[in-house]
């Protein structure tokens, strides 16, 4: 009886020269940028409202049942005609529900904290405030939908802007840059409170009395004369102001300059406390 032998199989042993070229540091890919990374981000964001699109719901219905419950709510009583209070109603309420739904920024940060997500983000070679700017940018998308949702609605019964398209652009777009500032204090609020909603709560709780104790319904002139001292300040009755200017074609320059100092200085203020609880935490 004979037995087979089996030969030693011989094992590969890579050169250095070929070890170098594989893994020699100029081939790896280059470390994307900080605008690439918060790109990447926020169409993540979009993404998600892709798979999940009733996620659009505020930024559409929301808006919609605004626009027709105030206007035929207050309409005739205030001006005596629907139309005609629509021409003064339509830019309020448009910076009242894309003001609104910016608290959704820190109640989807908190959700993708409460599951983990941000920690796998924190782990990534990327600069590190991509994963909160990026949500902020795919925000954007929501804000843009609300107020061009509204027009259109507006349009429809009888608003009609006499600044033209370049006026509704450019209110529409003073729009968007406040509310990508005022967002910043919505992603601190995400990272602090426990659930999300402890951030819903907190943000309604400071969200109605700005928007509503403003001259988004009504002229600042008939209140009393303490409440108008707390309208005067008030953010959301500068970026009416503004808005409305720009809409009616008068573009207000001192409006629409508080406006974007206002944003700069939220940006400057709250970022940099957001990241400093975002590294901390």
Known sequence: MTTATTEPTSTYTPSAET???????????????ALAASLTFGWRAMLKIKHVPEQLFDVTAFPIIMT???????????????????QYLLPGIMVTSVVMITMYTG??????????????????????????????????????????????????????????????????????????????????????????????????????????LSNVFVDPGTMPGWLQAFVKVNPITHLVAAVRSLMAGDWSSGEILWVLVASGVLVAIFGPLTMRLYNRK
């Open 19 to 33: 070890l170098a070229a594989v893994l020699t540091r100029e081939q790896r890919p280059a470390r994307p940028g």
């Open 107 to 212: 109640v989807g940060l908190n959700t993708d904290i409460e599951k983990g997500v941000f920690d796998r983000f924190r782990t990534l070679p990327v600069w590190r405030p991509a994963a909160l700017v990026g949500m902020i940018f795919g925000d954007l998308l929501r804000y843009v939908l609300a107020a061009t949702t509204i027009m259109i609605v507006g349009l429809v019964l009888g608003f009609r802007p006499a600044g033209g398209f370049a006026g509704v652009v450019a209110g529409v777009g003073l729009l968007v840059v406040f509310s990508f500032a005022f967002s910043w204090i919505w992603t601190l609020f995400g990272l602090f409170l426990r659930s999300e909603k402890s951030v819903m709560g907190v943000s309604m709780l400071v969200l109605f009395p700005m928007t509503f």
């Open 68 to 86: 027709l419950m105030f206007t035929y709510l207050f309409g005739g009583a205030l001006a005596g005609s629907t139309k005609e209070y629509l």
